[in-house]
């Protein structure tokens, strides 16, 4: 038995794999081929869109995959089947962050919120959850798809468009402007109803989301031991965070022991210094690959 599971191919697609090596799986994947290699005897993988991974998966065609909430929404607010959301995995294709849909318009335009677009044309790819956003709002608009290139329509092909960001760097290289976010969204793996109704496709599904989460939870983070006197002990702990507290063990020697902790690596260029000077000893900073909340 096997279990049926998607890697979104396109912008996430690296991004997702590097992940997987981080949990512990290493995914070989071939620009020929949209059946990466796994080095799991149980999984077979099979590169898919983001945006058609919630309807693969609905349909069974697919026991599990990873896409974004985006997409999902744009499923759900089409009418079609359902997925059932395992674990929410932060990440992008530049960051681990999430990302937004935004609705921008051109920087000379006299567009300042919603309503000021009433009657016009709103291009994008998210076209069910845009018409939704603009429903809500009361404001009537025409949106239609747009194929790619989609910051390049305004002002000559729509008069304000839908589209995603991570950084806005692209929306300011082509002289857009933000109006309002339509939507924030992250990754998720999902998996198919039948899926989760299977014994053994739940159980491996669960494990993989467990690592997939692990990974994540030990990004921008590493772990800390140094040795510290007993006497200089209080110090040291109230200079270091922690997920909870400090492991501390004894050594050889009575008056000495060992400190052990987790803290975000942008804090250790000033945190080491400070331990040093409090009397830590034998500092290592080493890093890690997963943490199990």
Request: proline residues 5%.
């Given at each position: ?155 000559v092909l729509a008069d304000a468009i839908v589209e995603v960001t991570e950084t806005g ?125």
């Open positions: 038995m096997k279990l049926k599971l998607g890697i979104p191919k396109g912008s996430l697609q690296e991004a997702t794999i590097q992940l997987f090596a981080r949990a512990g799986f290493d995914i070989y994947a071939s620009t020929r081929s949209y059946f990466p290699a796994i080095d799991d005897p149980e999984i077979e993988c099979m590169l898919i869109r983001a945006q058609e991974m919630p309807r693969y998966v609905a349909d069974g065609v697919l026991d599990a995959g990873l896409t974004g909430q985006d997409w999902i929404a744009e499923q759900q607010a089409n009418g079609r089947g359902h997925v059932v959301p395992v674990v929410d995995l932060v990440y992008a294709k530049q960051s681990f962050g999430r990302v937004r849909w935004v609705l921008a318009v051109p920087e000379d335009s006299a567009v300042q919120r919603p309503a000021d677009l009433e009657g016009r044309t709103i291009a994008t790819e998210l076209v069910r959850v845009t018409e939704a956003y603009f429903r809500r709002l009361g404001v009537g608009v025409q949106v239609e798809f747009s194929w790619g290139a989609t910051e390049v329509k305004p002002p760097a692209s929306l300011r290289a082509n002289r857009l402007r933000i109006v309002d976010t339509v939507l924030e969204s992250n990754t998720q793996l999902i998996a198919s109803p039948a899926a989760i109704e299977d014994p053994w496709r739940r159980t491996k599904i669960d494990n993989l989301a467990l690592l997939l989460r692990a990974a994540i939870e030990a990004q921008s983070r590493v772990g800390i031991m140094l040795n510290v006197r007993r006497d200089d002990l209080a110090g040291i702990l109230a200079l270091l965070p922690a997920l909870q507290r400090p492991t501390i063990s004894s050594l050889s020697d009575d008056t000495w022991v060992a400190v052990n902790t987790i803290i975000d690596e942008r804090t250790v260029r000033e945190l080491i210094p400070k331990l040093k000077a409090a009397g830590g000893q034998g500092i290592v900073e080493y890093p890690l690959n997963k943490i199990v909340m």
